[in-house]
């Protein structure tokens, strides 16, 4: 399966929504890298800027903007996966997040008095 179009062709017709849901996974794994790399390169950079008020090393630089780069990374990766994911069973029609909003609940018999 390293072919992406063999796969969508080979999903297309069961899963109408796969190819949207395909790019935008894509889209959020590559959004995820870039805030890495700019997050790491832009905390990194303004610690060098104020190196003398900071108590650590520049190893403690690289690992401090290490850190918050990764966590940045993961905040925007997951939620973005999380809206693919949402938007792609709403297409296939078995899940929504908007679910209970359109469908409101219906009181069981035993609640009526």
């Not at 997951?78 to 069973?89: K, L, N, V, Y």
């Not at 929504?96 to 609640?111: F, G, M, N, R, Y």
Request: include cysteine; hydrophobic fraction near 40%.
């Amino acid at each position: 399966m390293n072919d992406i179009r063999q796969l969508k062709d080979q999903q297309r017709d069961k899963h109408p929504g796969f190819d949207s849901y395909i790019e935008c996974m894509s889209r959020s794994l590559f959004t995820g890298l870039a805030t890495f790399s700019l997050g790491f390169a832009g905390i990194y950079f303004l610690q060098q800027i104020g190196q003398r008020y900071l108590p650590y090393t520049k190893k403690g630089n690289i690992l401090v903007a290490t850190l918050v780069a990764t966590g940045a990374a993961y905040k925007v990766t997951s939620d973005r996966t999380r809206a693919c994911q949402a938007r792609w069973m709403a297409v296939e029609e078995k899940y929504s997040v908007l679910q209970d909003a359109i469908e409101p609940a219906v009181p069981s018999k035993e609640t009526i008095v």
